[in-house]
Structure formats: structure tokens, C-alpha cells
T-cell receptor, first 113, second 113 residues
């Protein structure tokens, strides 16, 4: 299976601290995406990093990709209580047919005020 | 308009009922998806439509029947479901490229009694 594995499964921090989540995957990819999901709601796309990129920033988000280690990390800086959610990495196999996007198990982030 | 709209938000049905989930997008996306998500698990791909044609069926039981009447609408017809089919059903859409992001609806929380 191509499914990513997030680490840690749960993370609890105070507001203002940084949160780092890691994702590992198994085979070659086109890109790696991170999504956020509030409890019982749909997923929201956060950031996409392509296989030829090593780092990408979007606001308080920083994503890194190491294709040699088949891993990615998502850093949320200066976290807020509103960042409390589940975070999923998702990958599509290089050369895969349309739509086969595999989601990891997710990291549940809790940010305490 | 960057929304994917799903109705209903909640659905309770008996095992002998027939019901339908509906999904609509007006972003001009030609790929649409159904995902199933159990509590505390990642979304699992069920079906993919591209140009209103079914392109991927992830070995989903026939009691789930998808339909794409036009480029903006996606339905999921439900019949003779089992209690283990209770889950959050998510619709998503994207440009016709697996390397691009998915836009998700907020989901239908389905309970089968």
C-alpha cells in the first residue's frame, strides 16, 4: 500500500508553540499534499509539494519533502487554538491513474489556549 | 465559487431503505470523487468520475451505486446497507490531474440502523 504514515498519531501543545508532524510513504510519488479536517467535517487542502521541491511555505505552514527518505514534515508555527484538527498527508503514485490519492492515518493536533 | 456542496448533512436509514446522497460543484472540475471515512480513520476512495464517466471503482459493494448526471452533479444511491456502512461520506472534485488538489464537501454523516 502507498498509504502514508503520520507521526505522531496525537500531539498536544500550548498556543504559541510550534507543531511538527511527519509523514512517511512507500513508493515514488508525483506530489505530496497536506489536508486538515475539523471533527466530522470535510477536508481542507493546506499545501502541495511536488516531488522536485524540497521545501514550501504558506503563511504559518512550512512543508519539507525528502524523496530519498520518502518522508515529509509539516510545521505549523505559532499555533492557535483554532489549529486544533486532524492533519493528513496524501500521496499519489507517480504514473498512477487519476484519483488514486492515498491518505495517511492522520495526526490529531490539540492546541490548548 | 470554490465550494463543494453535499446534502443531506445527516442521514439515518434502515437496512431496507433506499436513499441518495447528493454532491454539487460549480468550479468546472471534470473529476469527482466519493470517499468513505470511518471515525478516527483516513478517507478511503470509493469511486472516481472523469468527464462524467466512471473511471475508478475501488471494489465497492453493489449496494452503493454512483451516478454522475452532468459535470456539476454527483450522486451516491444507497440500498440495503449494513450497519457497518455507517460512516462519513465525502464528495470531492478536482481538475483532471491527479497532481492537483482536491476540494472536499463537508460530508454526509450516515447512520444505518
Amino acid at each position: 500500500s502507498q498509504q502514508g504514515e503520520e507521526d505522531p498519531q496525537a500531539l498536544s501543545i500550548q498556543e504559541g508553540e510550534n507543531a511538527t508532524m511527519n509523514c512517511s510513504y512507500k513508493t515514488s510519488i508525483n506530489n505530496l499534499q497536506w489536508y486538515r479536517q475539523n471533527s466530522g467535517r470535510g477536508l481542507v487542502h493546506l499545501i502541495l509539494i511536488r516531488s522536485n521541491e524540497r521545501e514550501k511555505h504558506s503563511g504559518r505552514l512550512r512543508v519539507t519533502l525528502d524523496t530519498s527518505k520518502k518522508s515529509s514534515s509539516l510545521l505549523i508555527t505559532a499555533s492557535r487554538a483554532a489549529d486544533t484538527a486532524s492533519y493528513f498527508c496524501a500521496t499519489g503514485d507517480r504514473g498512477s491513474t487519476l484519483g488514486r490519492l492515498y491518505f495517511g492515518r492522520g495526526t490529531q493536533l490539540t492546541v490548548w489556549p | 465559487d470554490t465550494e463543494v456542496t453535499q446534502t443531506p448533512k445527516h442521514l439515518v436509514m434502515g437496512m431496507t431503505n433506499k436513499k441518495s446522497l447528493k454532491c454539487e460543484q460549480h468550479m468546472g472540475h471534470r473529476a469527482m470523487y466519493w470517499y468513505k471515512q470511518k471515525a478516527k480513520k483516513p478517507p478511503e476512495l470509493m469511486f472516481v468520475y472523469s468527464y462524467e464517466k466512471l473511471s475508478i471503482n475501488e471494489s465497492v459493494p453493489s449496494r452503493f451505486s454512483p451516478e454522475c448526471p452532468n459535470s456539476s452533479l454527483l450522486n451516491l444511491h444507497l440500498h440495503a446497507l449494513q450497519p457497518e456502512d455507517s460512516a462519513l461520506y465525502l464528495c470531492a472534485s478536482s481538475q483532471l490531474d491527479t497532481r492537483e488538489k482536491l476540494f472536499f464537501g463537508s460530508g454526509t454523516q450516515l447512520s444505518v440502523l
